[in-house]
Each structure stands twice: as structure tokens, then as C-alpha cells.
């Protein structure tokens, strides 16, 4: 009887995790921002001169256009070709939107171009009042 009863709750604890299932509250969880778009060029004068600036420091800005808000990301002088940016995700969370960004690097062994290059990224939203951040993730 002890071993039915042993056998009985070790499976119940490998079926169900040995966890009680959690809720939470909908607020507690990021939520997926409005939708972007990957801008491309010609950008309008403004983008044009935030992207001229920040391509080579680096960090980002915040443009609002014609019902537009345009985030330029620049990573800043890199020593090859073979760098590029993409957007992870961009959540709306605790009232502002985060877009997480990935530094995309050549594989050891690639073969690149040996000239120096400035990743960027240029994505569109529509206009908001939230603030904008942005967050570069390592991958």
C-alpha cells in the first residue's frame, strides 16, 4: 500500500510539474507595441541628420514627422563589414515603449569586408505620447 501510494504521487509530481499552476495579472506581462516598419532611405531631412550623427557615435534618437515617430539606431563605428542591427522585440511596458535591439557580428571565420562600417537602423511607428528607449541585447 505505501509503495501504490509513493508510485501515486511520484507521478502526480512528474505530470504536473510538482508546481500549482500561477496566475498573474495581464499588467504584470509586457505587451506587444504597436507595429513598426523598417524605414528606408530617403529619410526626411531631420531622420536624415539624426542618422548622419548617430551612425557613427552610436545610441539612438527619437524623431517625430508627420504623424510618425522615427527611432535611429547606430552601434557606432565597427572595424569590418559583416555588422548589421535587427530589431528583437518592442513591448509596451509600464507605459513606454522598448525596443530591444541585436548587434548581429561576423562569425569568427567569415569572410568581410576590411573596410570600417557603421551599423544603423532606421524603424517608423506610429505617433504616440509614450517615451521611446531602446535597449541593445547581447546574443
Known sequence: MKGLITLWLSLTIFLTGGMPEMTSHPSDHPQPA???EIASPPYPKQVEEAWQAIRKE???DVIDQNETRYVVIGA????TGGYSLQID???NKNGKIIVYVVEKKPAPSALTTQAITYPSLVISLPAHDEAIDVVFVER
Open 76 to 79: 557606432g563605428q565597427r572595424p
Open 34 to 36: 504597436a507595429a513598426h
Open 58 to 60: 552610436g545610441g539612438y
Open 89 to 91: 522585440r518592442i513591448e
